[in-house]
């Protein structure tokens, strides 16, 4: 099986990456960069290497900017809604990648009710945005348990590692998504224009 990782700097993603590999899965990764500090790209480069040494397999990596499209949808829509928006474009992202690639599903390390996008609710509004398969291998983990697997494989001190914070993530998140509030702020954004450019530039990133 071939997945579409969704991966970030932090410590969750590179855990549901190592428990899929374990399983044999292919991986490509994506990481959707909000900002120019260049610390989160090394921080994944070294995590993915990581991966690879432990589980004896290649890793792919894209690079993509999300910042611009963050910066639409905080310009045309509630803040409160920026979040949500936020992962659905995301998975949208990821879609159009897997279909590049011929991959089965899309990984993801959401823990649910761990964060303020992570309730039932804003799961399933992110997750409607796209008809691939979603993963999500950590969905019933304490955040205690990721974070000693993390340090059992080897990735936790470069996760911990300082970079820069979204700068996007709203003082008050809606934690309970309606469908008719996303549907009304979707309507003031271009979609198809925005996904199509972002994935056209699309950089694959040497690990090594």
Same mark, same amino acid.
């Given at each position: 099986?071939?997945?579409?990782?969704?991966?970030?700097?932090?410590?969750?993603? @590179?855990?549901?990456?190592?428990?899929?590999?374990?399983?044999?899965?292919?991986?490509?990764?994506?990481?959707?960069?909000?900002? !120019?500090?260049?610390?989160?790209?090394?921080?994944?480069?070294?995590?993915?290497?990581?991966?690879?040494?432990?589980?004896?397999?290649?890793?792919?990596?894209?690079?993509?900017?999300?910042?611009?499209?963050?910066?639409?949808?905080?310009?045309?829509?509630?803040?409160?809604?920026?979040?949500?928006?936020?992962?659905?474009?995301?998975?949208?992202?990821?879609?159009?990648?897997? &279909?590049?690639?011929?991959?089965?599903?899309?990984? !993801?390390?959401?823990?649910?009710?761990?964060?303020?996008?992570?309730? %039932?609710?804003? %799961?399933?509004?992110?997750?409607?945005?796209?008809?691939?398969?979603? %993963?999500?291998? %950590?969905?019933?983990?304490?955040?205690?348990?990721?974070?000693?697997?993390?340090?059992?494989?080897?990735?936790?001190?470069?996760?911990?590692? @300082?970079?820069?914070?979204?700068?996007?993530?709203?003082?008050?998140?809606?934690?309970?998504?309606?469908? &008719?509030?996303?549907?009304?702020?979707?309507?003031?954004?271009?979609?198809?224009?925005?996904?199509?450019?972002?994935?056209?530039?699309?950089?694959?990133?040497?690990?090594?």
């Amino acid at each position: 099986m071939k997945l579409i990782t969704l991966i970030s700097g932090g410590i969750d993603s @590179p855990v549901a990456a190592h428990l899929m590999l374990k399983k044999g899965c292919e991986m490509t990764a994506i990481h959707l960069k909000n900002s !120019t500090d260049k610390r989160q790209l090394e921080k994944i480069k070294k995590i993915l290497k990581t991966l690879e040494k432990l589980h004896n397999t290649k890793i792919s990596l894209y690079s993509i900017d999300h910042a611009q499209t963050l910066e639409k949808i905080t310009k045309k829509c509630d803040t409160k809604l920026t979040c949500i928006l936020c992962r659905r474009f995301m998975y949208r992202i990821a879609e159009e990648i897997a &279909k590049k690639e011929k991959a089965d599903a899309i990984l !993801t390390g959401e823990s649910l009710g761990q964060v303020a996008s992570q309730t %039932l609710d804003n %799961l399933y509004a992110e997750h409607s945005s796209t008809r691939t398969r979603v %993963l999500r291998p %950590l969905i019933g983990f304490d955040k205690s348990e990721i974070i000693n697997i993390s340090k059992d494989i080897g990735t936790y001190e470069t996760s911990i590692l @300082p970079d820069t914070s979204c700068p996007f993530t709203p003082k008050y998140p809606e934690t309970h998504a309606k469908k &008719k509030d996303i549907e009304s702020a979707e309507k003031k954004l271009d979609i198809d224009t925005i996904i199509k450019k972002v994935t056209k530039k699309a950089k694959s990133i040497d690990i090594s």
